[in-house]
């Protein structure tokens, strides 16, 4: 597994110099989906960056269970969670619990370090010392579609 950066993206700015360094061939792309080996190797502060139609992926998937998205500026924020993703299915449908409508995205803390309590059901439980995981997507004016993932635990990103 090669991650394309380990560090800590903070800003939009930040993950558009990424996603220029990997324009440039400065830093590499995700070419396939991981084995379950490499998912395992996943930590704090890896990052990764693949284009839809270089590596044939529409869909990250790390084998990890994580909270519905909150929106935190540019980036959707998802929290680890305890258990298996079937168990957060709700009765809508079989489609998982989702707080995509604006009405109930609620604000996400600076930085995003704090899960908001309005995200947990006795059903839904945070991960003890679980990653937070922050995405951004983009289409290029050629109509590319590229991804950015990004790994990090709070105690990793105060101590730095």
Same mark, same amino acid.
């Given at each position: 597994?090669? !991650?394309t950066y380990?560090?800590f993206?903070?800003? #939009?700015r930040? /993950?558009? @110099?990424?996603?220029e /360094?990997c324009?440039?061939? *400065? +830093?590499?792309?995700?070419?396939?989906?991981f084995?379950?080996?490499e998912?395992?190797?996943?930590?704090?502060?890896?990052v990764?960056? %693949?284009?839809? !139609?270089e590596?044939g992926?529409r869909r %990250?998937?790390?084998?990890?269970?994580w909270?519905?998205?909150?929106?935190?500026?540019?980036? *959707?924020?998802?929290?680890e +969670?305890?258990?298996?993703r079937?168990q957060f299915? /709700?009765?809508?449908?079989?489609? $998982?619990?989702?707080?995509?409508?604006?009405?109930?995205?609620?604000?996400v $803390?600076?930085?995003a370090?704090i $899960?908001?309590?309005?995200?947990?059901?006795?059903?839904?439980? $945070?991960?003890?010392?679980?990653?937070?995981?922050?995405?951004?997507?983009l289409? #290029?004016?050629t109509?590319?579609k *590229?991804? @950015?993932?990004c790994?990090?635990?709070?105690?990793?990103?105060a101590a /730095?």
């Amino acid at each position: 597994m090669t !991650e394309t950066y380990y560090g800590f993206v903070e800003t #939009t700015r930040d /993950a558009l @110099l990424i996603f220029e /360094a990997c324009r440039l061939n *400065l +830093l590499p792309r995700v070419q396939r989906r991981f084995g379950e080996r490499e998912r395992q190797s996943i930590r704090s502060g890896s990052v990764f960056v %693949w284009d839809e !139609e270089e590596s044939g992926m529409r869909r %990250w998937t790390d084998g990890r269970t994580w909270s519905p998205s909150r929106v935190h500026g540019s980036f *959707l924020i998802y929290y680890e +969670l305890e258990g298996r993703r079937h168990q957060f299915v /709700a009765g809508n449908g079989g489609y $998982p619990i989702s707080s995509r409508n604006s009405s109930s995205v609620s604000a996400v $803390p600076h930085c995003a370090f704090i $899960p908001p309590a309005s995200i947990y059901t006795p059903e839904i439980t $945070p991960k003890e010392h679980g990653l937070i995981k922050k995405s951004l997507s983009l289409t #290029t004016r050629t109509n590319r579609k *590229l991804h @950015l993932i990004c790994y990090y635990s709070p105690p990793d990103v105060a101590a /730095a």
